[in-house]
Nanobody, 127 residues
Framework: QVRLVESGGGSVRPGGSLTLSCEGS????????VGWFRQAPDKEREFVAR????????QYGDSVKGRFTTTRNNAKNTVFLQMNSLMPEDTAVYYC????????????????????WGQGTQVIVSS
């Protein structure tokens, strides 16, 4: 069983940056694609980004393209989400999760495709 732990959340002013980390243990974390989702109060969980098994392929949600970057270090069982030019609408709890499917498909944008989730880390963007 894979265990995921997110860290790096916090409060930041608009225009600022944060880097989230997702550390995996157990199971096959380093052999799995990993996605990032976020959920704001009273909103559905939203796809943010996904990184392939070896980090060679990434996908991003439209609202974060050009501002967020996801990478991974399999030697350290860690996936990162670098968030730049943060805006108040980026405020949410951010989660990392394991994609059931190693191959990216349209379903990779859906939370139901992911079978292991971290506990989340809060990001607040406010002046």
């Amino acid at each position: 069983q894979v265990r995921l732990v997110e860290s790096g959340g916090g409060s930041v002013r608009p225009g600022g940056s944060l880097t989230l980390s997702c550390e995996g243990s157990g199971g096959t974390f380093s052999e799995s694609a990993v996605g990032w989702f976020r959920q704001a109060p009273d909103k559905e969980r939203e796809f943010v980004a996904r990184v392939s098994i070896y980090g060679g392929s990434t996908q991003y949600g439209d609202s974060v393209k050009g501002r967020f970057t996801t990478t991974r270090n399999n030697a350290k069982n860690t996936v990162f989400l670098q968030m730049n030019s943060l805006m108040p609408e980026d405020t949410a709890v951010y989660y990392c999760a394991i994609d059931r499917n190693p191959i990216f498909t349209p379903n990779s944008l859906k939370a139901e495709e992911y079978n292991y989730w971290g506990q989340g880390t809060q990001v607040i963007v406010s002046s």
